[in-house]
Structure formats: structure tokens, C-alpha cells
């Protein structure tokens, strides 16, 4: 079975500095997709950054960057400069075949405040 | 480029009633999919449709129907409303592939009282 597994409840960051955030994934499919979300306080949630399974470099978005580890089956998020407005939830999210078909599984997300 | 609409963002209906919410996808977009997030069980998937067509299901009961129109929108009615389906219902939309992410909607905030 799929599973996202996010072990950070809660994190704080200073204002500037980097932060990262782990996630780690279990899926018996060889083709599969992980992603980032981040969702605010007014709830909406916001894509942040896709790394697929056969990507052989990390991807990188703006200050987001997906540290891919196939081996170790973890796709932690780095977030270079936090500031304020990156307090909010991030979820990482993976999409995967299971039972012949496509699904997409949440972790239980990080709660990240950044501290002026 | 307008995003994910949903409405309503806010309901409240009585347990025992039936709701129905909507999702207009990003233009383009084929694949809409629907998410029930809740304090206690985190996010959780509901269905997936394309092209009209339900493609995934997650483990929810059969109250909890969708469809899919031919531009693409999508309702989601859950029918005999009990407390628990309380949350926040999440609107997402994509190309469809398998790559690539989703765009999410703000979300419908549903109270069952």
C-alpha cells in the first residue's frame, strides 16, 4: 500500500535561515510522482514543487528544492530564506498505481512557523 | 488565468440532509479530483474523474457520489448527512498525466449540525 510519512508535527525556522522539512514515502510502483503543497491559514492548498520518480535531478523551484533520495525513498523539501509568509501547513503528497489505479496519498503535514 | 473555483465556501446543513458542491476546473484542465480534510484524518481522497469518467475512489461510503460534466466541472454530493462529515472539501484539478501537479481550489467549509 502507499504511504506518506511526514515525522516533524511541528517546526520553527528563523527568519532567513533554511529549513527542512521530511518526508518519506513506501509504494511498490516504479513510476510515481511526489509533491509539496503548502496551505495557508485561509485553507487553499498551493503546489509548490513535483519531482518524479525517474527525474534524475532534484527539482528546484524559486527558494523550494525537493532533496530526492530514491534509494532511501525520502523527498524532503527544502526551503532556502524562510520568511513570514511561508508560516503555514506543507504536505507531501505522492501519486502512484495501486489496484491498477491512480492514486495520490497526503502525509499528515508539517506545521512551520517562521520567527522574525 | 482564472484557478480553481468552489462553491459554496461555506455550508451548513442538518444531519439527515443531502449537499451539493462544485468545483469549475482551471481551463484546460480534464482531471478533477476531490479531497475531505478533517482535523483527525488528516487529507483524504474521494474520487478522481476525466473526461467525465471516474477514474479512482478512494474508501469512502456510497453516499459520497461525483460527476463530471463535458466542460469539465465537477459536483460532489454526499447524501444523508451525518456529523461526521464535517470538513473542509478540496477541489483539484490537472492536464491529467500522471506528472505534474494539481491546482487546488479554496476549499468548501461544510458543517453538519
Known amino acids: 500500500a502507499q504511504k506518506i510519512t511526514q515525522t516533524q508535527p511541528g517546526m520553527f525556522v528563523q527568519e532567513k535561515e533554511a529549513v527542512t522539512l521530511d518526508c518519506t514515502y513506501d509504494?511498490?510502483?516504479?513510476?510515481?510522482?511526489l509533491f509539496w503543497y503548502k496551505q495557508p491559514s485561509s485553507g487553499e492548498m498551493i503546489f509548490l514543487i513535483y519531482?518524479?520518480?525517474?527525474?534524475?535531478q532534484n527539482a528546484t523551484e524559486g527558494r523550494y528544492s525537493l532533496n530526492f533520495q530514491k534509494a532511501r525513498k525520502s523527498a524532503n523539501l527544502v526551503i532556502s530564506a524562510s520568511q513570514l509568509g511561508d508560516s503555514a501547513m506543507y504536505f507531501c503528497?505522492?501519486?502512484?498505481?495501486?489496484?491498477?489505479?491512480?492514486?495520490?496519498?497526503f502525509g499528515t503535514g508539517t506545521k512551520l512557523q517562521v520567527i522574525p | 488565468k482564472a484557478g480553481v473555483t468552489q462553491t459554496p465556501r461555506y455550508l451548513i446543513k442538518t444531519r439527515g440532509q443531502q449537499v451539493t458542491l462544485s468545483c469549475s476546473p482551471i481551463?484546460?484542465?480534464?482531471?478533477v479530483s476531490w479531497y475531505q480534510q478533517t482535523p483527525g484524518q488528516g487529507l483524504q481522497f474521494l474520487f478522481e474523474?476525466?473526461?467525465?469518467?471516474?477514474?479512482n475512489k478512494g474508501n469512502f461510503p456510497g453516499r459520497f457520489s461525483g460527476r463530471q460534466f463535458s466542460n469539465s466541472r465537477s459536483e460532489m454530493n454526499v447524501s444523508t448527512l451525518e456529523l461526521g462529515d464535517s470538513a473542509l472539501y478540496l477541489c483539484?484539478?490537472?492536464?491529467?498525466?500522471?506528472?505534474?501537479?494539481?491546482?487546488f481550489g479554496s476549499g468548501t467549509r461544510l458543517t453538519v449540525v
Open positions: 474523474y476525466f473526461s467525465e469518467t471516474q477514474r
Open positions: 503528497a505522492m501519486r502512484g498505481s495501486e489496484g491498477g489505479y491512480q492514486k495520490v496519498t
Open positions: 483539484a484539478s490537472s492536464w491529467g498525466a500522471r506528472t505534474g501537479g494539481y491546482t
Open positions: 519531482q518524479g520518480s525517474y527525474d534524475e
Open positions: 509504494t511498490s510502483d516504479q513510476s510515481y510522482g
Open positions: 481551463s484546460g484542465h480534464r482531471s
